[in-house]
């Protein structure tokens, strides 16, 4: 990595930001003929081509009160929205002239001992990648890089020092961004610094509902160099996150919030933060919670930002000492991938490998019933979801998993496992899921191939690994060969690639006990002893299972028994993370005595005829069937309507519906009452839960 003055002041000092760019050009009410002519009025990024002195006073106006950074005019200055104007296929030049005009400018204000930074400015594009919307979610992640690509490319030749991504509001279109840009800096052959600011509702979430925790373990995982929030509110409304972020990262933490939630006087947005309230919040944020960037967004005059220098330029930001704990995302919400109590439980039935329901459903494309399975998993107690789309009878998998992991990424909190053996299914899922996933998995049985192919996409992407201990003899048997395989997938994924090991989930694998075979008698308790091999010698790594593997052939009601009592004993051995089927895990305390001894004599093959003893006792003691309560089943049709809104069931909504309006007589009277009385008390339940974040639309 090269060297960066901006990062190397920053651990100096506090660095102040700039104000308004837009607000400060509405005040000047420029004209038409400013603007390039009518056709291009509106357009303040094509301000620095036909009015560059207005822009470079802007700049110096904050530089004469004393900040250290100024933002380029390119906040929308990608071909997107350029396009609007004509202006397409002048991104580059247009770019290059922005950052060209504030190197200048910060050129003329800097000094030896006070130097001032250009941050290049790039704002979102106008889609959301991670929606569903037609025409919001039309634009796919290979072509948001590529935007954002071109757009560092000209701020990069312009001379910046730093790329800021500021405003964002999908998190997906993020991640892109910062690929985008660091694919700029690879073609360039110059690195620059990435600082990413997500803007928070007042509810504390992105607009599609990614919360402070979410979003700031999937652009940390991304390797960004600093991270804060900025637009959108005023500060009163960032305190918490910004107090989050100072207490779980240690990165440098920035923020830069509008003057004010802005009011609607005469058709002009009035902004009502004083200067002296926003220098009383920025203090807080640096005494108090360790914020190292301040600065001003919409609203923000010079006026703001020179009280604001006086009071914090030069104070030492508060000591931190950030919690580091190794998560993944959804695009709602983060998951420790060490539960406490262990395990982390991964659902695994949405996977067609597993569940032949799932595998009838992607056969006939029924997703939203696949949707279903993965909320039952996670209602069942499952913190992430192994998701597998490949039919021996179908060959679309790539696109059969992106349409999957889209619906799932919308509709469950639930991190996603990317289950698959493809390398193209693999960059599939992760250029449609907004979060940090777990891909299942690499292995070393064609040498360094498979490692090498995912690598890549898994820095990019900042997903976490799961490495299975296989290797060019085959799956690992013994616990001292499940560790040396695991070793050389460590040397490389670690020292050769930098990935960091809490990224590194080890799969030790193991084998039916159901055959009997004197190979494999010994595998189970070889699994477990591999784990804590393992997990003692690779410090900082996590040990996975995939646990109904030991018991496959078996009855289902024997399987579940043996599953829940190896799984506590792999858990004993330092297992963090498990596939089951969370609703057929029973809590070793549980187990009936006699069945703990009979599971445990072939876990640990302590009898010659443990299998046969196991098996015996099952075929004698038949399955009790759990009987599935409908919780509506005794609930009056309006109250049945409610209950499924609320938990997003749709099959047989239209039929209680048409029962409820036959109940108040039916007809266009009843109906309506029906609509008022039911249905949109219902939706607004759902709407304040989805604002409290509470419930995942």
Known sequence: MSESRYLDVLKERVLVFDGAMGTSIQALELSADDFGGPELEGCNDGLVLSRPEVIGGIHASFLEVGCDVIETDTFRANRLTLADYGLADRTVEL???????????????STPERPRFVAGSIGPSGFLPS????????????ELVEVFREQAEGLIAGGCDLLIIETGQDILEMKAAVTGSRRAMREAERWLPVQVQPTLDTSGRMLLGTNIEAALVTLEAVGVELIGLNCSTGPEHMRQPIRYLCENTALPVSVIPNAGIPHNVDGVAV???TPEELTEAHDEFVRKFGANVVGGCCGTTPEHLKQVVERVWGAEPAARQPRRVPRVSSAMEAFDIAQDPPPTLIGERVNSQGSRAVKRLLLEDRYDDILEVAREQVDSGAHLLDVCTA????SDEAEQTRTLVKLLAQSVATPLVI????????????????GRA??????????????DAVLPLALEHGAALVALTIDESGMAKTAERKLEVARRIHEICVDAYGLDPGALIFDALTFTLATGDEEFRASAVETIEGIRAIKEALPGVFASLGVSNVSFGLQPHARMALNSVFLHHCVEAGLDMAIVNAAHITPYAEVDEEQRELADDLIFNRREDALARFIAYYQEHEAEEAEKVDPTAEMAPEAAIHWMILHRKKEGVEELVDTAIRERGGGNAAAVQVLNGVLLPAMKEVGDKFGAGELIL
């Open 95 to 109: 770019n290059r002239a922005a950052a060209r005009l504030a190197r200048q400018v910060a050129d003329d204000f």
């Open 131 to 142: 929606s569903s919307d037609p025409t919001l979610g039309d634009m796919t992640y290979d």
């Open 271 to 273: 902004y009502g933060l």
């Open 391 to 394: 039919l021996t009878e179908r």
């Open 419 to 434: 289950d698959t053996t493809e390398v193209d299914v693999v960059e599939a899922a992760l250029k449609v899921n907004p």
């Open 438 to 451: 777990v891909i299942n998995s690499i292995n070393l049985e064609a040498g360094r191939d498979r490692i």
